[in-house]
């Protein structure tokens, strides 16, 4: 089973695109998808909780990964599956 994957977007976001193909080719299924420019209310507690404007926001379990760059930085570092495992 994978960890829960909260994912911070907006619509017009194409490393938010990134981050979910990235995500599905390591065998995620299933993202919770939050459209921050939708519910201005959800950019801010996004803003609370990482003290970034930017989207993507991405939280893999209880932990906050960062952006794409971020995300893509700890695939290549082989820390994604692990995260993704609950390890």
């Known amino acids: 089973m994978t960890a829960h994957v ?5 619509a017009v976001c194409p490393y938010c ?3 979910e ?3 599905e ?3 995620v299924t299933v993202i919770e998808k939050i459209r921050v420019d939708l519910d201005p209310e ?14 993507p926001q991405i939280f893999i379990g209880g932990t906050h990964v960062g952006g794409f760059d971020d995300l893509y930085a700890l ?3 082989g820390g994604l599956l692990p995260l993704l495992n609950g390890a």
């Open 75 to 77: 695939d290549q570092a």
């Open 17 to 19: 695109v990134r981050a």
């Open 21 to 23: 193909r990235l995500l």
């Open 25 to 27: 080719s390591k065998g």
């Open 42 to 55: 959800q950019r801010t507690l996004m803003m609370q909780k990482t003290g970034r404007r930017s989207v």
């Open 6 to 10: 909260l994912l911070y977007s907006s």
